[in-house]
């Protein structure tokens, strides 16, 4: 990993941003958080906008997790998050 972004210009990882290039992206460029944006839609197809997160059961936010992180990814050459992970770990 060479560069990391934040969406919101925040960082709680300095050491981490200070071994590596950060872009940060402007607040109303979506095109600029396009893998931040993508996971958002993705949560969309079993949670509406209109979802209180905090009334969630937690046994459903970990299916719906899990769920994501079992999917393949263009962007990492049709791996999972996970498998992604695992090779750089």
């Known amino acids: ?14 050491a981490l941003a200070d071994a590596m ?7 109303i460029s979506r095109w ?3 893998t931040n944006e993508n996971t958002n839609g993705l949560l969309r197809q ?4 209109s979802t209180n997160f905090y009334a969630l059961d937690p046994a459903e936010v970990t299916v719906v997790a899990a769920s994501l992180k079992n999917r393949p990814r263009r962007t990492l050459d049709r791996r999972t998050p996970a498998e992604a992970l695992q090779a750089i770990a």
Do not use: E
């Not at 934040?6 to 300095?14: E, P």
């Not at 290039?21 to 607040?27: E, Q, S």
């Not at 079993?46 to 906008?49: L, T, V």
């Open 21 to 27: 290039a950060v872009y940060l992206c402007n607040p």
């Open 32 to 34: 600029q958080r396009g």
């Open 46 to 49: 079993w949670f509406p906008r």
């Open 1 to 14: 990993m060479n560069t990391a972004v934040y969406a919101d210009g925040r960082s709680g990882h300095a």
